[in-house]
Structures are given as structure tokens and as C-alpha cells.
């Protein structure tokens, strides 16, 4: 098999990893739109590496704006083979605290008025989600953390929600019974995405605060994720270099690789031939082998 090529998906503040040898800022259009940003492109040994702000530097983009099927497009085109997304969320559980990670394994999505998509009428896909992180990566991203000196939760399901406001209490109740761990704005449509771009991702959820199902306590305001932004920023830097260093030279097949050959449903002669245009990254290989 050929080598790993990381897309990292920074969340708030996490906008850049030190370390990547050699890296330039690269442009990359999209027929999706505008990505967040410009993706810093390097090495790390034998790892290539393409770091995308998922908020833009700065922070310039509110997650309901986020345009995720332009990011994950471009990371296909810049030969991603597999994408290590990093979030900022609260807690929904006591003990997963401020300054612990969360290796999530399932979401809810309850966003709304995303596109969450690359196919629709004119090519019709349906991948499954049913296990929607890569085992393979996330257990990685689990070492990876431990060794950074994070506080490190295997599995957990991520409830997203629409934003940009924090949740209401009872949200935060609902969700608590629900059997959810942690909750973030940006988890999806992001992993559904990348699942139809056949890139195997895994999601570290770096816990900022309680939400608002504590009785007795204030709500989280931004004031409190930013206190805890920056040293969360700090294990998450020493998290990805660990991970990245981790990695053996020669990387192992994945069924997510191949996962939209049970997903095509369209018959050929059926196929907008603007829409294929469009899917010529993150689906091109697919098409092809269905010719």
C-alpha cells in the first residue's frame, strides 16, 4: 500500500500544528465553494500532512456557515487518505471534565440547514453511518492523547447541534438522557461527509466546559471555552505530532477506502453528467470502477 497523507481538521484554537517540516499555505478551488481556508501542506518524517482550520484563521466562521463539503473536498484533492478531526465541546456527563478528550464513536445529528451531501438527485448514494469513525485511526488518536498527558475517554456518542447559541437546559437534560457524552456545532455534517469521500475519520472532542445541565451552576459562556481553549490547544498540538510520529511507513488498507461501491445507485445512463462533474475527487475513483 502506498503512504498516509493526515488531513487534520483544526477546531477552535486549534489553528496551526507546530512541528510540519517543509509546509506552505496551498490555495485549492473547490466545486463545492470556498473552504474554510488555505491548508498548510508539510511533512512529518514519512508522514505527508495537510492542516485545515476548521473555523478559518482567526476564527472567522460561525459553525452553521461552515462550508464542510467544500473542506473535505479539497483535502480529498490534495490526496488525504485519512482525516483526524479535532473539536472543541462541552461535557454531558460528570466525568468527562473540562481538560479531558473524548475518542467519539457515534453521533445525533441535530443540525439543520447544512448541506450534508455530496450526492442528490442526479447521482444518488447512500453510504452506511452506522459506524461512523475509522476503529483503526481512533484507536491511534487514543495513544495519541494518552501520551500527550490528556485525561483520555474511549468512545462516546456526540450530540451535534445547530448553533451558533449554546444549548437551552433542557436541551442539555434531553440530550444527558439520551445516553450522549459530549456536544459540539461541528461533528456533523463533517463525518458523513468524509465518509462519502471514502476517507476513514476520527473525531477528539476536547471537553471546554459542563454545558448548562448543572444545577446550581453558571452556563458556559465563551469567557469559560476560552480559558480552557488554550490548554486544551497545548495537548492537542502534542497529541497530533505523537500520533503522526506513531505511524508506520507503509499504511494498511481500509474498507472505508472502497465503501462506495455498495453505495452508487444510480444506474449509469441516468447520471447528470454536472453532478459527476462535481464528485470528481471525492467520488472519482468509485465512478470510474463502475464504468
Known amino acids: 500500500m502506498s503512504g498516509w497523507t493526515i488531513g487534520i481538521i483544526g477546531g477552535s484554537g486549534l489553528y496551526d500544528v507546530e512541528g510540519i517540516e517543509g509546509g506552505e499555505w496551498v490555495d485549492v478551488a473547490s466545486p463545492w465553494g470556498a473552504p474554510s481556508d488555505a491548508c498548510f501542506v508539510g511533512q512529518v518524517g514519512h508522514v505527508r500532512v495537510v492542516f485545515l482550520p476548521r473555523h478559518g484563521r482567526g476564527h472567522r466562521i460561525s459553525p452553521s456557515e461552515l462550508n464542510a463539503r467544500a473542506n473535505v473536498d479539497v483535502l480529498k484533492r490534495l490526496g488525504v487518505t485519512d482525516v483526524l478531526a479535532v473539536s472543541s465541546v462541552g461535557s454531558l456527563v460528570e466525568d468527562r471534565p473540562p481538560g479531558s478528550f473524548t475518542i467519539a464513536d457515534q453521533f445525533i445529528d441535530r443540525t439543520k440547514g447544512r448541506p450534508s451531501s455530496f450526492f442528490g438527485t442526479g447521482m444518488v448514494a447512500h453510504v452506511s453511518m452506522a459506524d461512523p469513525v475509522c476503529p483503526r485511526l481512533s484507536a491511534l488518536a487514543v495513544d495519541a492523547a494518552r501520551a500527550a498527558g490528556a485525561e483520555t475517554h474511549v468512545g462516546g456518542t456526540y450530540l451535534a447541534m445547530e448553533g451558533p447559541q449554546f444549548s437551552t437546559r433542557a436541551e442539555s437534560h434531553l440530550y ?43 452556563a458556559v459562556d465563551v469567557a469559560q471555552v476560552i480559558a480552557q481553549l488554550s490548554a486544551n490547544a497545548v495537548k492537542a498540538r502534542a497529541m497530533v505530532m505523537h500520533l503522526l510520529h506513531s505511524l508506520p511507513e507503509e499504511r494498511p488498507a481500509s474498507p472505508i477506502n472502497t465503501c462506495l461501491d455498495a453505495a452508487l445507485i444510480t444506474a449509469p445512463a441516468a447520471r447528470d453528467p454536472e453532478i459527476l462533474a462535481r464528485l470528481d475527487a471525492v467520488a472519482g475513483r468509485a465512478l470510474r470502477a463502475a464504468e
Open 176 to 218: 444527558r438522557n439520551w445516553g450522549c457524552q459530549i456536544i459540539g456545532m461541528t461533528g456533523m455534517p463533517e463525518a458523513k461527509l468524509a465518509r462519502e469521500a471514502e476517507l476513514p475519520y476520527a473525531l477528539v472532542g476536547m471537553v471546554t466546559d459542563y454545558d448548562c445541565w448543572r444545577e446550581g451552576e453558571e
